[in-house]
């Protein structure tokens, strides 16, 4: 894992100097080495800026920026198939100086071109320039494991995998894009393409960028989507059939994460995503694994004494880590140096924490994120398709009237007649599905939002439209379980829980890996039909089958929990003073952003003991802890 980080220059104006500034804000991802290279051209200066940490041919020729003929790459990531790749290329024609996979990238590409992508299993963002046509590439990998970000403006093209490196150049504009600010404030995160400042865009994950240098013809290109794959007739196999290819196919995407010259442990959690992934690596292990846990003493928060039982059973390497208010303190000044763009997910405390303490012990972690998205495993999902299912029983004459008042939180027994005597909650996902009109893909926007587009209108001061995004961008039909699995794989996933694992692991050096996102699960798993998913009450129910052959049914069988923190209840108490700092009015006024009226009520009743206004109170002090270390 490592930074990558440069510039195009049109007006010929910047040098090495800004180079090795925007380079050394990225010193946190690959303290191990580092290299920049500048390329003259009439028409354009080309600056290469690398930060590496070491990973697989720790050996300085393995360095970068690293050049094959005409090509120069700079690459951050890992391809683990880089062997096999490399033997195939022997077989080619092709010769090598180095062990690293970099060096089998540049070579992919001299022979395949841009299609070279298709043969890689990774997580990866890199650029590489061809000298011979001016023509620069940037892949994103097709989960968006590893970040990539660009800026265009006035004959300056900056691209880096954090935003941090462009406020090292001196023409770089500092404007807050207010449509971004308000997608923050809705999802908790601003979604692919988009970034906090204006003319700066996230590449989109499954895409490249092709630029040529000449023409200045920029074209952004996708190169895999997992909607296509949902869009297949589902697979006509047995459930035995479905085990047993999963099972092989997990089994190659785990041990091919193994691969490194450098210390790997495991993120377990006690649920079932991380006890599979820990499970079925032991078991092709003859030394013990190093698993790493993070707990709290609030026991409704708490899995680590279930992850500890994990360990026990399985026979790892077991390190565990109670997080308090007072690490919450320490943490939460940092996140706006890690996370250089608003990003509300509180859980990035303890993924620091636990990345922290595993960086003690190893240099690669991996983590089983993805199981959720792939497998079905959140329950708003099985929760959706039950209001769908309801839906089709309330008469359609009532289905408006009933819609108008859950969405204004008004209830009556009389819904009773309907639904049956149902919780808040729930009639708050009937709503969503009532109001979304059918439309399967606003449904799941409409699960996972913290504010409705109403609201943040009323909170900004500049009225805020929602941008086009992987919401809304598909119109295919498919079945509602399949539309919830597709659209998180595209949102809630890259832009929440792959930024919170990178950012978190990046900023202690510790390198990422995510054995679920291997993309041949995902192409296999979403040709299944619904019920391999939710099988009646049973979520993931084909994961849960793998991991009852490696571990005991009743020591996972237990409500999901979910990798969150208390702060909750923090703020009120120790966490109070911060709080109210960042919530200060006039320091708000100035700003000329938002509606103090708004934020002061907000404030008044989180104090006073009511909860409903925390999501907003919480993304709020991060977006001025943000603004208060980029702009002010």
């Known amino acids: 894992m490592c930074g990558i980080a440069g510039f195009i220059d049109f007006n010929n104006t910047t040098d090495k100097r800004v180079l090795n500034l925007m380079i050394n804000t990225l010193s946190h991802r690959g303290p191990d080495g580092d290299g920049v290279e500048i390329v003259e051209n009439k028409n354009f200066t080309l600056g290469l800026g690398h930060k590496r940490l070491s990973i697989i041919d720790l050996r300085a020729s393995a360095n970068q920026p690293m050049s094959f003929g005409s090509l120069k790459i700079?690459?951050?990531?890992?391809?683990?198939?880089?062997?096999?790749?490399?033997?195939?290329?022997?077989?080619?024609?092709?010769?090598?100086?180095?062990?690293?996979?970099?060096?089998?990238?540049?070579?992919?590409?001299?022979?395949?071109?841009?299609?070279?992508?298709?043969?890689?299993?990774?997580?990866?963002?890199?650029?590489?320039?061809?000298?011979?046509?001016?023509?620069?590439?940037?892949?994103?990998?097709?989960?968006?494991?590893?970040?990539?970000?660009?800026?265009?403006y006035e004959g300056l093209f900056l691209f880096s995998s954090e935003l941090k490196s462009f406020h090292q150049h001196s023409n770089f504009k500092k404007e807050i894009d207010n449509d971004s600010a308000g997608m923050f404030f809705k999802y908790g995160y601003i979604p692919e393409p988009y970034s906090i400042f204006k003319n700066t865009k996230k590449l989109l994950s499954g895409h490249f960028l092709k630029y040529n240098l000449n023409t200045l013809k920029k074209e952004v290109i996708k190169y895999w989507d997992i909607n296509s794959f949902y869009k297949e007739e589902k697979l006509n196999i047995t459930e035995e059939e479905a085990l047993d290819k999963l099972e092989s196919l997990c089994t190659s995407a785990f041990q091919y994460r193994m691969v490194s010259d450098v210390p790997v442990g495991v993120f377990l959690s006690g649920g079932y995503d991380s006890t599979f992934v820990t499970a079925l690596l032991q078991k092709n292990q003859k030394e013990k694994i190093k698993t790493f846990t993070i707990g709290f003493e609030e026991s409704e928060y708490n899995e680590a004494t279930y992850a500890k039982e994990i360990a026990q059973y399985l026979g790892t390497e077991h390190y565990e880590y109670y997080c308090t208010s007072e690490d919450a303190r320490k943490v939460i000044p940092l996140l706006p140096k890690m996370y250089d763009e608003p990003f509300g997910d509180s859980s990035a405390i303890p993924t620091y924490l636990v990345s922290k303490m595993a960086k003690e012990k190893v240099t690669v972690a991996l983590s089983a994120d993805g199981g959720d998205e792939i497998f079905a495993g959140y329950n708003r999902y099985k929760n959706i398709v039950e209001y769908h299912k309801k839906l089709q029983k309330i008469p359609k004459v009532v289905q408006p009237i009933l819609g108008y008042f859950l969405s204004k939180k008004i209830t009556h027994p009389i819904f009773n007649l309907f639904l049956g005597n149902k919780s808040k909650s729930y009639y708050d996902g009937l709503s969503a599905v009532l109001n979304s009109k059918g439309n399967f893909r606003e449904i799941v926007e409409m699960s996972v939002t913290k504010m409705s587009t109403s609201e943040v209108n009323r909170v900004l001061i500049n009225k805020f439209e929602n941008k086009p995004n992987n919401f809304k961008n598909d119109n295919e039909d498919y079945s509602l379980l399949d539309t919830c699995l597709s659209v998180d794989y595209k949102t809630y996933l890259v832009d929440d829980i792959l930024t919170k694992v990178d950012r978190s692991g990046m900023a202690v050096s510790l390198e990422g890996r995510e054995p679920l996102l291997d993309h041949r699960i995902i192409e296999f798993v979403s040709k299944l039909p619904d019920n391999f998913k939710i099988n009646g009450s049973v979520q993931k129910y084909l994961l849960k089958k793998l991991t009852h052959k490696l571990i005991p049914k009743e020591m996972l069988d237990r409500p999901k929990t979910g990798f969150s923190i208390p702060l909750i209840n923090w703020f009120r108490e120790d966490l109070k003073n911060l709080l109210l700092e960042s919530l200060d009015e006039d320091r708000i006024k100035k700003q000329n952003l938002f509606d103090v009226s708004y934020i002061n009520r907000a404030k008044k009743d989180y104090l006073g003991g009511s909860n409903e206004s925390f999501y907003f109170i919480w993304n709020m002090i991060v977006f001025q802890m943000w603004h208060k270390e980029w702009i002010e």
């Open 74 to 152: 700079v690459f951050n990531g890992e391809v683990y198939n880089y062997n096999e790749i490399k033997e195939e290329l022997k077989k080619l024609g092709h010769s090598f100086e180095t062990d690293s996979d970099t060096e089998v990238i540049l070579h992919s590409f001299k022979e395949w071109g841009e299609k070279c992508v298709d043969k890689f299993i990774g997580m990866f963002a890199f650029l590489i320039f061809d000298e011979e046509t001016n023509e620069i590439y940037i892949f994103r990998d097709r989960a968006g494991v590893k970040p990539v970000y660009y800026y265009e």
